[in-house]
């Protein structure tokens, strides 16, 4: 997968890399070619925002979470993504 993370008003460590690509890597199977990955990280009032979004085929997959904890929203923005995929 190719990656794009960006972050507005936080700042992207690698922590926060590792839990992402490791939580996405796991979707490789359901691709014949390799997907771009653009995961958008903010701060919305007091929330943490993720917005993943994946391209491949001309089929994009899609999800936005806004929770108090990072890590949780990441979790949950990879469990949307993981219905459309088996949906599709």
Same mark, same amino acid.
């Given at each position: 997968?190719?990656?794009?993370?960006?972050?507005?008003?936080?700042?992207?460590?690698?922590?926060?890399?590792?839990?992402?690509?490791?939580?996405?890597?796991?979707?490789?199977?359901?691709?014949?070619? $390799?997907?771009?990955?653009?995961?958008?990280?903010?701060?919305?009032?007091?929330?943490?925002?993720? $917005?993943?979004?994946?391209?491949?085929?001309?089929?994009?997959?899609?999800?936005?979470?806004?929770?108090?904890?990072?890590?949780?929203?990441?979790?949950?923005?990879?469990?949307?993504? $993981?219905?459309?995929?088996?949906?599709?």
């Amino acid at each position: 997968m190719k990656y794009a993370i960006n972050a507005k008003k936080m700042e992207v460590t690698e922590k926060i890399g590792l839990k992402i690509r490791s939580k996405l890597d796991k979707f490789d199977k359901f691709f014949k070619e $390799e997907p771009d990955v653009k995961v958008t990280l903010g701060v919305l009032k007091d929330k943490k925002t993720v $917005e993943i979004t994946i391209y491949s085929a001309g089929v994009i997959y899609r999800a936005e979470v806004a929770e108090d904890d990072l890590f949780y929203a990441i979790d949950k923005a990879a469990d949307i993504i $993981e219905r459309q995929m088996r949906r599709h």
